[in-house]
Nanobody, 112 residues
Framework: QVQLVESGGGLVQAGGSLRLSCAVSGRDVRFNAMAWYRQGPGKQRELVAAIASNGATNYADSVKGRFTISRDYAKNTVYLQMNSLKPEDTADYYC??????WGQGTQVTVSS
């Protein structure tokens, strides 16, 4: 059974940082493509960052240079380090595995 559990969301002021975690069970993050998506109020869900099984990463233009996706093999966890947060980053953030499995999401609110 595959399970993804996100954590680390919260309320932060603009310019601040948060680190989101996605703990995975039932699959090895080392051998699967992983991604973070977000869905802001009244918006469609969008890809934020992704990491392939070979370690290649890609980012939405809106977060390049501010967000970093990474993996911890020992903890079987994927992270999203978010720096220089902006109010427009406010959204529910979701972890996705192998373009198939979703977590339940974690809320991020950035105040101006």
């Amino acid at each position: 059974q595959v399970q993804l559990v996100e954590s680390g969301g919260g309320l932060v002021q603009a310019g601040g940082s948060l680190r989101l975690s996605c703990a995975v069970s039932g699959r090895d993050v080392r051998f699967n493509a992983m991604a973070w998506y977000r869905q802001g109020p009244g918006k469609q869900r969008e890809l934020v960052a992704a990491i392939a099984s070979n370690g290649a990463t890609n980012y939405a233009d809106s977060v390049k240079g501010r967000f970093t996706i990474s993996r911890d093999y020992a903890k079987n966890t994927v992270y999203l380090q978010m720096n220089s947060l902006k109010p427009e980053d406010t959204a529910d953030y979701y972890c996705k595995l192998a373009n198939k499995y979703w977590g339940q999401g974690t809320q991020v609110t950035v105040s101006s």
